[in-house]
C-alpha cells in the first residue's frame, strides 16, 4: 500500500496577537508548530489534517475570549456547538467546510500581514504517478489563489498544441 503526503510550510510566521484563541487551538491542531519569538511557525510533515475534536467546555472557553472578533472558524465552531448533541462532551469540527486557508484568510484581515503563502510538497512512499506534484496558494485580505503543478503542466502542454486550455 502506497503512502501519500502533502508536506506543507506557512510563510511568513504568524504574530501570535493576530490569532483569537480558538484559531491559536486549531491550527495547532492541523499544522505542527514552532515558536519563533512572538510568532509561530506552522508546518506539516505529512499533511495538514481538516478534522479535529475538542472539549466542548475548552470549545466555549476559546469562543469567549475573542467573541468581538470577526472569524470563520468561530462562525463554524458555533454553528456545531448549536446542533450538537446535549450530552456530548466533545465537538467534531470539520475543517474542510471553511478550509485553513480561510482561517489565514481571516488573519491577514486582521493584522498587519499583507499575505501568507503555503507551498506544499506532494510526495509518495511508491513511485506512482498520481503520488508527485506540489502547490502554492497565496492568501491576501482579498483573495485565494492557488497553483498546481499538474495545473501549471496541463496548461503548458495545451499552449505548445495550440489549445487555450482550460477557462
Not at 34 to 52: I, K, N, Q
Amino acid at each position: 500500500m502506497a503512502d501519500y503526503f502533502s508536506q506543507t510550510v506557512i510563510r511568513p510566521d504568524i504574530p501570535r496577537a493576530a490569532m483569537t484563541a480558538l484559531e491559536r487551538k486549531i491550527l495547532g491542531e492541523i499544522f505542527e508548530e514552532e515558536a519563533v519569538g512572538d510568532d509561530v511557525y506552522f508546518c506539516a510533515s505529512h499533511g495538514p489534517g481538516d478534522l479535529v475534536f475538542l472539549d466542548i467546555a475548552e470549545a466555549r472557553a476559546l469562543l469567549a475570549e475573542d467573541e468581538a472578533i470577526e472569524s470563520s472558524l468561530a462562525d463554524l465552531a458555533r454553528d456545531v456547538l448549536a446542533r450538537v448533541d446535549a450530552d456530548a462532551d466533545e465537538l467534531e469540527l470539520d475543517l474542510s467546510v471553511i478550509s485553513f486557508e480561510s482561517i489565514f484568510q481571516d488573519i491577514v484581515k486582521r493584522s498587519s500581514l499583507d499575505y501568507v503563502e503555503v507551498e506544499a510538497a506532494w510526495t509518495c512512499s511508491k513511485m506512482r504517478p498520481d503520488g508527485f506534484g506540489g502547490a502554492a496558494t497565496l492568501i491576501t485580505a482579498d483573495d485565494i489563489q492557488s497553483v498546481s503543478t499538474a495545473g501549471w503542466l496541463e496548461e503548458a502542454v495545451a499552449r505548445l498544441s495550440g489549445d487555450s486550455g482550460p477557462g
